[in-house]
């Protein structure tokens, strides 16, 4: 069974708008960290935003946010006010504890295009 | 800080050849790892280090070897190239569980 599930192989967004991109997680592991990063065109991967299976409030990080469902297993990033630089593909990635040591479990990726 | 190098950028071998790809960080980080992305695809763990001396496997381990002698420096060793390796490699390091840096990638053709 896939342990990340990111269901929106694509999307296209007008700028300015808000997105929401979707991911859905699989663990038996009361403890985990949730990761969300950004691959732009040029390849590099950059981190965007961390959530802890025990923090209690959501995460930001700018115009990101994480929008953490314990219960339904979800961790949907939201992005405010898009802008064209964000057109990319977006990965989400989960940490097991204590399994994994500091191992990441990657989702396929969204591939966000955001219109003029 | 340069962060997380890797070295080369761009590689072509044939089948058969051997080759080691370089990454090196001065973040004075103790885990380092190996990731490979295929098309399509998120990336997948190939080996990883807690430590120097310390080494494991990932998810997709064979036809890659590593070592870890220094804090600094992860090598991956590519015994025996073949096609199935065509894909980009993503050294990545932590110091803690909350976020990994990663090196911008390297792009390997096996024809």
């Known amino acids: 069974a896939q342990k990340i599930t990111q269901t929106q192989p694509g999307m296209f967004v007008q700028e300015k708008e808000a997105v929401t991109l979707d991911c859905t997680y699989d663990t038996s592991d009361q403890s985990y960290g949730l990761f969300w990063y950004k691959q732009p065109s040029s390849g590099e991967m950059i981190f965007l935003i961390y959530?802890?299976?025990?923090d209690e409030q959501n995460a930001t990080e700018g115009r990101y946010s994480l929008n953490f469902q314990k219960a339904r297993k979800s961790a949907n990033l939201v992005i405010s006010a898009s802008q064209l630089g964000d057109s990319a593909m977006y990965f989400c990635a989960m940490r097991e504890d204590p399994h994994s040591n500091y191992q990441l479990i990657w989702g396929a990726g969204t591939k966000l295009i955001i219109k003029p | 800080n340069a962060g997380v190098t890797q070295t080369p950028k761009f590689q072509v071998l044939k089948t058969g050849q051997s080759m080691t790809l370089q990454c090196a960080q001065d973040?004075?980080?103790?885990?380092m790892s190996w990731y490979r992305q295929d098309p399509g695809m998120g990336l997948r763990l190939i080996h990883y280090s807690v430590g120097a001396g310390i080494t494991d496997q990932g998810e997709v381990p064979n036809g890659y070897n590593v070592s870890r002698s220094t804090t600094e420096d992860f090598p991956l060793r590519l015994l025996s190239a073949a096609p199935s390796q065509t894909s980009v490699y993503f050294c990545a390091s932590s110091l803690d569980r909350r976020r990994q840096y990663f090196g911008p990638g390297t792009r390997l053709t096996v024809t």
């Open positions: 973040m004075n980080h103790e885990y």
């Open positions: 959530q802890g299976s025990y």
